[in-house]
């Protein structure tokens, strides 16, 4: 059975979370705050409501973040919330290590957005030696170690968890817009990009198909998108399809060039702050649960995205404008993702990835037909820039807590 959740339809799964808080809150008016970011891009987005309500609540404080990853830093190396950023290196142990060490001992507060796993978060925080750490912890785990923070009962991925974290040590933080505009240059060569596409003035699907290298189990089979976008011309002949291929999917050009159509057009290897930038002239969006499905769904385009071992109501993209397709009851196990060590890995599915391969051409079809319906027709072209809605209150309130108890 195909299930597409939205943003409201899991609203009430976040509100009945059962959280706690624990430690007092920083009394400094100047925190130092480090925003420890080693995963992939969706953690670097969710961080960013976080990363701008610190800059508006405490005005003199100093907020910088530490990646491993160079495509996660480049989605943050421009928030004029942030002070400075630090791209680590993960591969050689060594450097690590002494990259931490010149960061020991700088910061009051460190924020870990993400997961908890020892080699990514306890190691490096130990060595950096900061006064305090903030995070969501999930419930099924052993004694938190961080000192402020809360703990949920699933999901520690979403943003408003990670700010309703962020307030047990720096209270004044508020929920604020999730990204910022880019750059001069950068809106003159998206600008430039439309107009060579063909772009202007037309309502453009974007269509993200891959996903990291190390993540293939996110992976809706390539030919389904094709046939998507087929489907979908086919419906809507006014619209443009736009592909971007990231580094690793050169590959996935022969099999967009089958459908033969100048109405979709093709780009490789364009910089990820020229895409994140080009999605917010988008109409829709339709991808993988990947980094292009929470640039997209940051960027207030509507977006749909396709679940497969992952848990939508764990790893879903901010805003209210996006829909997840899951075919539940396809698998016992699903959602198996991020359940390592529980369960079982995905990456070595018994099942043949059965969650993904359930989920069909008409089912993607049917989610994009009802984002534009929800919007109330047929979706204009956008070309507009998100520079003026810089630190906009977003429209998401706060989770309902309960109240603060010391652990």
Known sequence: MIVEHTAASLEDRAAVRSLRGFGAP?????????????????????????????????????????????ASRAVLDDHPALDATYLLDAHRPATLLRQLGRLRGRHDLVLVPGGITPWK?????????????????????????????????????????????????????????????????ERRAVRELWHGLGFEERPVLAIAAGCEPSTPYKRWPLERFVETAHAFLRAHPTWRVWVPLGPGEHDHQAAWETLGDARVQVTRDLPLATVALALERCALVLANDSALAHLGAAADVATVVVFGPTDPALTHPLGSRWSAIVASGSCSLQPCFPHFGERF????????FTCLRSIGVDDAVRALERRILSAGGELAARPRSRTERVHRPADTGPVALAPPSQT
Do not use: N, Q
């Open 345 to 352: 890995d995905p990456r070595r599915c018994p099942h043949g």
């Open 26 to 70: 920083l009394e400094r008016g100047d925190p130092r705050v480090l925003f420890w970011l080693p995963h992939g891009i969706g953690d670097a987005v969710m961080a960013s409501p976080a990363i701008a309500g610190i800059r508006d609540a405490y005005p003199a404080a100093r907020v910088e973040a530490a990646f491993f990853r160079a």
């Open 121 to 185: 978060h306890r190691l490096p925080l130990a060595v950096l030696g900061a006064k305090s750490c903030a995070g969501v912890w999930p419930r099924h785990l052993a004694r938190p170690w961080f000192s402020h923070g809360v703990v949920a009962s699933r999901g520690v991925h979403e943003s408003r968890l990670i700010v309703e974290a962020l307030r047990r040590a720096l209270p004044r933080v508020a929920v604020h817009a999730p990204l910022v505009g880019r750059g001069a240059d």
